[in-house]
């Protein structure tokens, strides 16, 4: 089948099935055209709150499809390539996180969305890269145990002098590797240009950045800037999204693929719709606690 075939068939699917298909900004462009809704982890995971829909097919990585089955538990809610995982959120394992707590005993535990449900279901409230700042200031704790991603952690600990964040070894592959070299040579390149840089950037490629924000942030910036010329510091496919949303706007890559994120393909799609393949399943007790979790981001986060 080509694409024009695969997207059709998929369309009618979707409709005899009640289905709508949610898309991570770095998904690849073809996904782009069949999904319902594109968005960066929180606009994804309150839009799968809130569907009407029957079944929701996660154009994404796991975390964010079980994320999704946790806050709508009703919906089948189908990973279309099980094996699309995200390699930070496997830094931290609720034995980790339990030894960090009993050493911690004062501290509150933030976990960032990227990471697993049972993860979540050890921590107090979750956040993404949108609103992890708020999520710790808005916390009375004075300490934070900020699970699993190093970079945003030290991000937030920035932003909020006055709290201790305790931070976890982990990171992000494709961040991680934005080289500083990267960064300046670009800049030199194109020297009108703003450099938008992600939290899980390291904090080095976030000095060099002129603001640093996650995926929707960086949407918003850009369309409301007069500027033209934009260096990106994220996953490649974030230029997609941009590109399709503004006019006569130029942007430069700093980063690279996500390899999981890309797993994601149209036949995938096809076949999770004709089949319901891989339906994802949350133990019910680690869903319940992983749940309180979420809710009390979208709670503590402004509207
Ligand atoms: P956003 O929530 O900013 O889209 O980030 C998700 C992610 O996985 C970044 O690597
Ligand atoms: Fe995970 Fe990094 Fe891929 Fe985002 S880009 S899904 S953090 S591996």
Request: proline fraction near 4%; charged fraction near 30%.
């Amino acid at each position: 089948m080509n694409f024009a075939e695969l997207k059709s068939r998929i369309s009618e699917l979707k409709r005899v099935k009640n289905a709508i298909i949610l898309a991570h900004n770095y998904q690849l462009p073809e996904i782009y055209d069949v999904a319902d809704f594109v968005g960066d982890s929180f606009e994804l995971a309150i839009r799968a709150r809130e569907t009407d829909a029957e079944v929701i097919v996660f154009a994404g990585v796991k975390f964010m499809a079980e994320s999704a089955k946790i806050l709508n538990p009703q919906k089948k809610v189908s990973l279309p390539d099980l094996t699309a995982g995200c390699p930070l959120a496997d830094f931290a394992t609720v034995e980790k996180l339990r030894e960090r707590k009993k050493e911690f005993s004062n501290a509150a535990v933030v976990a960032y969305i990227n990471s697993s449900a049972a993860v979540k279901a050890e921590s107090d409230v979750c956040c993404t890269s949108a609103n992890a700042v708020e999520i710790c200031r808005k916390l009375p704790a004075q300490q934070i145990i900020f699970v699993p991603d190093r970079n945003l952690g030290e991000w937030v600990a920035e932003q909020l002098p006055k709290k201790k964040i305790i931070l976890w070894e982990g990171h992000c592959y494709v961040h991680s590797k934005i080289s500083v070299e990267k960064v300046e040579t670009a800049k030199k390149l194109h020297p009108q240009a703003i450099v938008l840089a992600h939290p899980e950037c390291p904090r080095e490629i976030r000095e060099l950045a002129d603001e640093v924000l996650g995926t929707g942030g960086m949407l918003n910036f850009v369309k409301n800037s007069k500027t033209a010329a934009f260096l990106i510091a994220t996953e490649s496919g974030m230029l997609e999204r941009l590109n399709r949303e503004t006019h006569g706007k130029k942007f430069f890559a700093l980063g690279g693929e996500c390899l999981t994120m890309k797993k994601i393909t149209l036949p995938k799609i096809l076949h999770s719709l004709e089949n319901g393949e891989s339906e994802i399943e949350v133990e019910a007790a680690v869903a319940e606690k992983a749940r309180e979790s979420l809710e009390r981001m979208i709670e503590l986060t402004k509207k």
